[in-house]
């Protein structure tokens, strides 16, 4: 709930200065379209040569078809004149068969159409979660580009589907535009020009209300992302015990209602100024259209042009009207489109800063090192867009851990404890100072081996939604169906007493998400911590690391925990944080953290008989047990 907050502040930070439309960046827009059609191209080539056939044929029916339409009506008048229906037979003919071609090709081009768009939208999202994954956190926990992350997640399943359709659609348009005017240049060129600069009007506006609407997606995204989050809080079963309890639904639905009323009047507003002006302009055309009939029509009176002609002038004419503002009107969609999917590429475009050094000077570390040492050197280290004067997380912060010493880390809350893990694990880099571990400093290693080496379990460790075994089994993803492994994880942590209880065993799905009520099970926050405990265990890495382990076990499981404390880290170099002292003061030594700085450092029975900050809540707690 604390973050509701958060959402809203980033809402006030969130707004862009509002970007003006202007056509000279209709250009730079269009120049990721190569894009599109190569990410359809290297998806499936076949399926992209045989669309780009059909519409190609398709382009070109329509000629065909209306001049076929106007030979069939002079063949009539013929006949009747001649009293010889035979004439009519063949042009009938031609005309059925054209027809037929065309529905089978309408019939085929959406069929591929459909293929190809389901595949593109797959790989879309796969790239979407091979990039997220290569991330650095502070991606993440940055509301700025969290948000690009998300709109390009939201948009990206169908925008580059929506493009490729009209990419497509549009050049079958041109080539019957062309096609057409090629007919028609034959008959009355003043023809192919007032068909073709009418719908010009139409497509400036139409572009421009496509940059408002894009503009406008992106100021409310905030928003919406903040009613998103309404709805989540509203439906999900870890939120929902205490929004109940405490009353929250209608705080939070009005709010999302709020929101949503707000959004919906901006959305109204553009939509309706977008429909009228489109009404008006294709009035327009209409009348425009309208003219050319009157004045053909008239020269059929006249007896200048057949009965034939008179279908040919005037389809001919309405055919490239429409064409032309069929082509206008994908542009301008098309335009709006690339907007979106320009948010797909910036976010695929985004690179982690923190990253495996090259492999030049990339130190491997040996197969089985059983321990490892620990140094932190001047480390500082603030969070973007807090001040390193005033609000620094970590300051100079010097220590070691030997190879195979078990060190426990104290301090208040938001001392940075749980920084310091980011840090040394790599998902943060310190603004100062160094880190290294067995005297190398940790950039030096390969990033996925220095975290293999590294076992840890963090404060808000993950529930994961698989079974009991898998969520112990990630620990150590190569092993994760090995049964035996993971069952001696478990003893370790004390969740094998509570996976033996489970319908299934240890093949039991954990939550309530996605198995029936019989085939799944959910956790105490305690029964959950031993099995994220049992995690850490199964990594059998030479470096354990643990962020408040065993904040929600009962005392006796912690008890247990720690009884075999020694021989859970025997062997490894081990950081641990904890606020119990009863398991603090079993460490080889203790670092006490305040306000991002070292104050003490070393063992109990050192740091009681220093009197400091360590002794007074060594003695606070154990009063409070008194
Ligand atoms: N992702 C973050 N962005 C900005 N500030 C953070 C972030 N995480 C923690 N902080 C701040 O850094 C300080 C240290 O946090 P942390 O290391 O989590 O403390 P703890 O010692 O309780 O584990 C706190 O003041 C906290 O508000
Ligand atoms: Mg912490």
């Not at 421009?208 to 100021?219: A, E, I, K, T």
């Not at 404060?459 to 993803?477: K, M, S």
């Not at 062997?571 to 606020?579: A, R, V």
């Not at 203790?590 to 220093?610: F, K, M, P, S, W």
Request: net charge neutral; charged share 20%.
């Amino acid at each position: 709930m604390k973050q509701s907050t958060g959402m809203a502040n980033r809402l006030v930070s969130g707004q862009q200065a509002e970007e003006t439309f202007s056509f000279k960046k209709i250009p730079a827009t269009f120049a990721r379209l190569p894009r599109v059609l190569y990410l359809v191209w290297s998806t499936n080539r076949g399926l992209t040569i045989a669309l780009g056939l059909l519409n190609l044929l398709q382009g070109v029916t329509p000629a065909f078809s209306i001049s076929i339409t106007a030979l069939v009506i002079d063949r009539v008048v013929q006949a009747i004149r001649f009293q010889t229906p035979s004439l009519i037979w063949w042009p009938v003919g031609l005309q059925v068969g054209i027809m037929l071609v065309s529905s089978l090709l309408s019939t085929c081009s959406g069929l591929v159409q459909q293929i190809l768009q389901e595949q593109v939208s797959n790989r879309v999202q796969l790239e979407i979660l091979k990039k997220a994954s290569t991330l650095d956190l502070a991606f993440f926990e940055n509301p700025e580009s969290y948000d690009k992350m998300r709109q390009a997640t939201n948009q990206s399943l169908y925008q580059p589907t929506v493009l490729i359709a009209q990419t497509f659609g549009l050049g079958q348009a041109l080539i019957t535009l062309t096609s057409l005017l090629f007919l028609l240049l034959h008959l009355a060129w003043w023809l192919a020009l007032i068909a073709l600069l009418v719908p010009l009007p139409a497509f400036f506006f139409n572009t421009s209300y496509g940059w408002r609407g894009y503009q406008l997606v992106r100021r409310q995204s905030p928003e919406r992302r903040l009613m998103n989050y309404f709805t989540t809080l509203l439906t999900t079963d870890i939120y929902h015990k205490e929004i109940k309890l405490f009353n929250l639904s209608d705080l939070f639905i009005t709010r999302f209602w709020k929101l949503a009323t707000r959004l919906y009047q901006q959305d109204k507003q553009l939509a309706l100024c977008r429909a009228l002006t489109s009404f008006g302009w294709s009035n327009f055309s209409t009348l425009a259209n309208g003219g050319i009939y009157l004045y053909v029509a008239l020269q059929a009176v006249l007896g200048r042009v057949t009965l034939g002609g008179l279908t040919l002038y005037t389809q001919m004419a309405t055919q490239v009207g429409q064409n032309v503002q069929h082509i206008l009107a994908s542009i301008s969609s098309t335009y709006e489109n690339t907007l979106y999917v320009n948010l797909l590429f910036e976010f695929l475009a985004a690179q982690p800063q923190i990253i495996s050094p090259a492999a030049s000077q990339l130190f491997e570390l040996p197969e089985h090192t059983p321990e490892s040492a620990i140094e932190f050197r001047n480390v500082s280290f603030t969070y973007p867009g807090k001040n390193p004067e005033t609000e620094g997380a970590l300051r100079q912060v010097s220590f070691t851990i030997k190879a195979g010493e078990a060190v426990a880390l104290v301090g208040s809350n938001g001392a940075g404890k749980t920084t310091l893990v980011k840090l040394l694990t790599r998902l943060y880099e310190p603004d100062e100072g160094e880190i290294l571990i067995d005297g190398r400093k940790i950039q030096e290693y390969n990033l996925e081996t220095l975290r293999q080496r590294i076992g840890v379990i963090f404060q808000d460790y993950v529930t994961y939604y698989l079974t009991a075994r898998e969520n112990i089994g990630v620990g150590r993803v190569e092993e994760i169906e090995s049964r035996e492994l993971v069952m001696k994880a478990a003893h370790k942590s004390g969740a094998s007493a509570v996976i033996e209880k489970l319908p299934q065993g240890y093949e039991t799905t954990l939550g309530r998400w996605f198995k029936s009520i019989q085939e799944s099970t959910q956790l105490s926050g305690g029964e959950w911590q031993k099995i994220a405990l049992a995690r850490a265990f199964m990594r059998d890495a030479p470096i354990l690391i643990l962020d408040e382990p065993t904040s929600s076990l009962d005392a006796r499981a912690e008890y247990e925990v720690f009884q075999q404390f020694r021989t859970l880290t025997a062997q490894k170099t081990t950081l641990f944080i904890s606020h119990r002292f009863s398991t603090v003061r079993q460490a080889d030594r203790i670092v006490v953290l305040e306000n991002g700085r070292i104050v003490e450092n070393g063992t109990h029975e050192e740091l009681l008989a220093v009197g400091g900050h360590y002794a007074e809540l060594f003695h606070l707690q154990a009063e409070a047990y008194r």
